[in-house]
């Protein structure tokens, strides 16, 4: 086997173990969330004790990429570019990881179910954001520029539904109607779902960079 063609298996296996983190921390989205609408609460012990094969695999990852870069050298820009790319996305994968995790912690200390349903905007917060994570991977995985770019323009939406949600928690806390903790609770709900769109619009900018050179319509590579 040549020097080349091993170097090509290497950059797909690389694209390959990329896209079985993406497929894992899509899941552990989906579960967190299942486990927030649904007041699961062994669905959210579940992700909280499995947090560990998401770090395993980020750092798997990040290692085979220092690896090619040391031993192979890539100098063909697309390379570059795959390599690079797939260093950035891994830590955005990571932190959604870290966010599912903590979203399910919540789960486990919300003491009513009430407060979520004087919280209207939450739960299509948590839907749209899920939705963003989806596409994000997918544009990744089809190499979809264009389904990147429109997914980067959806976060302004999870932002202004975040702003809905404070403004409900702050009327809930004003009104004493339900206990605050389980209303900085659900802020902090939030806060992670926002982060976690933040990070699916990261996925998708490095995805434009991988594929045409340009991040945020400056070219880079």
């Known amino acids: 086997m040549t020097t080349r063609i091993n170097y090509q298996m290497e950059l797909q296996e690389l694209d390959e173990s990329l896209e079985a983190m993406a497929d894992l921390v899509e899941n552990n989205i989906e579960k967190s969330l299942a486990a ?7 669905l ?9 094969a998401v770090d395993d695999m ?18 063909v820009a697309r390379d570059l570019r795959l390599v690079s790319s ?3 996305i891994v830590t955005d994968l990571e932190r959604i ?4 995790q903590d979203i399910a912690e919540l789960v486990l200390r919300i003491s ?12 299509e917060m948590a ?4 939705a963003m994570m989806k596409n994000a991977i997918r544009a990744y995985t089809t190499r979809d520029v264009e389904l990147a770019k429109k997914t980067v323009d959806d976060d302004d939406e999870v932002d202004n539904l975040f702003n809905e949600v404070k403004d409900e928690i702050s009327k809930l806390l004003q009104d004493k109607t339900e206990p605050v903790d389980d209303c900085v609770d659900i802020l902090m709900i939030a806060k992670y779902l926002e982060r976690i769109a933040d990070h699916a619009a990261n996925i998708c900018e490095w995805t434009e960079f991988n594929e045409t050179g340009n991040v945020k319509n400056i070219r880079l590579l």
């Not at 980020?58 to 100098?75: D, F, G, K």
């Not at 990881?97 to 599912?100: F, L, S």
């Not at 839907?127 to 899920?130: E, G, H, M, R, V």
């Open 112 to 123: 009513d179910a009430g407060v979520v349903k004087h919280v209207g905007h939450i739960v």
């Open 44 to 52: 959210a012990k579940e992700i909280v004790q499995g947090d560990r």
């Open 86 to 88: 797939a260093l950035k």
């Open 127 to 130: 839907t749209k954001a899920k």
């Open 97 to 100: 990881g870290d966010h599912a």
């Open 58 to 75: 980020q750092r798997s990852i990040e290692a085979r990429c220092l690896s090619l870069m040391l031993h192979q050298q890539p100098v």
């Open 36 to 42: 927030f609408e649904k007041r699961n609460i062994e």
